[in-house]
C-alpha cells in the first residue's frame, strides 16, 4: 500500500507553473528520497501535499484518502508529520517547553521519555533554550516534535541542510530509525549520497518535472546517471559530501 501517492500535480506560484504533473509514491514502511538542485520543486511538493500551497490540479492520497487542497491540519490528521526546511524551533522556549508545543497527539510510541532516549543530546540540553542549540541540535528538536505527534508518515525537507558531516551522519541514523519502527518517510535532500544511502526508493525532480524515478540502490551505483542527472550543478548536489 502506498503511504503517499501523488499524481498530476501541477503547482502555481502566481503565474509561475511550478510543479509539472508531478507524480510520485511512497510505499508504506519504506523511505524515498526526492532529490533535485536548488530551485527544483522540492519544497513546493512537499508543501503541496501539507495544504501549506495549494495545487491548482491533480491528486494527493494518504493512504488513500484524497488530501488535495485540505487545510494543513486535515492532512496533518491523516498523520502526516512535517518537518519544514530551515528548522523552525522556539528560540526562547527550552527544549524541554518545544517539547510540549505539540498538541492533540495521537496513539503511538512517541512521548517526551521515548524521544530523551531517541535523542540523548536534547536530554542534556533539555534547559537550554532554542537558541542555544546548533544547527545539528536544532534539527533534532524540530524531528522531535514532528515525532510526537505519532506520525504514520514522516516528511523531512532537507534536515541535513548547513549541518557538519558527523551531525549529518546523526540525521540519516534517525531516518533509519524510523524505518525500523515501521513509519514511512519521505526525504527531501541534496545530500545524495548520504540520501540514497538511507532510501529505498529515489525521485529527481529538476524544473518542477520528475525525471527520474527508480530505487535508490540503483541509481546510487550508477554514477554515470547520477552525473547526467545533476548535469551542470553537479556540485549544488553536494556529491562530495561524505
Ligand atoms: N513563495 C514563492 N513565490 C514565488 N516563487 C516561489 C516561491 N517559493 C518558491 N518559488 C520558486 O519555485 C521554484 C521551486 O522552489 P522550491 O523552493 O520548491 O525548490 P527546492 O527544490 O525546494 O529548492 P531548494 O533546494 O533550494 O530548497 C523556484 O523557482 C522558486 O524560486
Ligand atoms: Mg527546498
Known sequence: ????????LNTFYGKSHILHDVALA?????VT???????????TTMRSIMGL???RSGSIKVFGVEVIRQPPHRVARQRVGYVPEGRRVFPNLTVEDNLKVPQGSSEGPFDIP??????PRLEERRMNRGRQLS?????????????LLNPKVLILDEPSQGLAPLIVKDVFRIVTTMKQEGMTVLLVEQNVRMALEVADT???LDHGVVVHEGPAAALAGDEALIQSLAGASAEEWDLDKA
Request: no cysteine.
Open 202 to 204: 529515489a525521485y529527481v
Open 114 to 119: 521515548r524521544i530523551y532516549q531517541l535523542f
Open 1 to 8: 500500500m502506498n503511504a503517499i501517492e501523488v499524481s498530476g
Open 53 to 55: 500551497t495549494l495545487p
Open 26 to 30: 511512497a510505499k508504506e514502511g519504506s
Open 135 to 147: 544547527g545539528g541540535e536544532q534539527e533534532m528538536l524540530s524531528i522531535a516534535r514532528a515525532l
Open 33 to 43: 528520497t526526492l532529490l533535485g538542485r536548488n530551485g527544483a520543486g522540492k519544497t
